[in-house]
Nanobody, 129 residues
Framework: QVQLVESGGGLVQAGGSLRLSCAASGRTFSRYPVGWFRQAPGKEREFVAAITWSWTGASTYYADSVKGRFTISRDNAKNTVYLQMNSLKPEDTAVYYC????????????????????WGQGTQVTVSS
């Protein structure tokens, strides 16, 4: 079993930056695919970014809406995955969730909520205009 805890959310002005953290406990998840999703009020949970693992190195994936502004990374020594968010926009306002799975994840599978087994409780990000 893996427990995930997000942190780093808050209120920021448009154009600002935040770094979200997803800390795992219960099991080392350095080889697990990990994704970030977000959910705004009245909307479905949507994919933001994901990072996978392979012997040749990690692969990263981004939603078109955040590409070039957000960066996902992981620190295996700290059992933590990060989401650096720059040039934030009001439309980035949402509750952000991290998720992980023990299964091998394809480029398609990491973009769907059904591809993950473990979820954090979420952290609120609010971007003011």
């Amino acid at each position: 079993q893996v427990q995930l805890v997000e942190s780093g959310g808050g209120l920021v002005q448009a154009g600002g930056s935040l770094r979200l953290s997803c800390a795992a406990s219960g099991r080392t998840f350095s080889r697990y695919p990990v994704g970030w999703f977000r959910q705004a009020p009245g909307k479905e949970r949507e994919f933001v970014a994901a990072i996978t693992w392979s012997w040749t190195g990690a692969s990263t994936y981004y939603a078109d809406s955040v590409k070039g502004r957000f960066t996902i990374s992981r620190d295996n020594a700290k059992n933590t995955v990060y989401l650096q968010m720059n040039s934030l926009k009001p439309e980035d306002t949402a509750v952000y969730y991290c998720a992980a799975t023990q299964s091998t994840a394809s480029a398609t599978r990491v973009r769907g909520t059904s591809g993950y087994d473990y979820w954090g409780q979420g952290t609120q990000v609010t971007v003011s205009s």
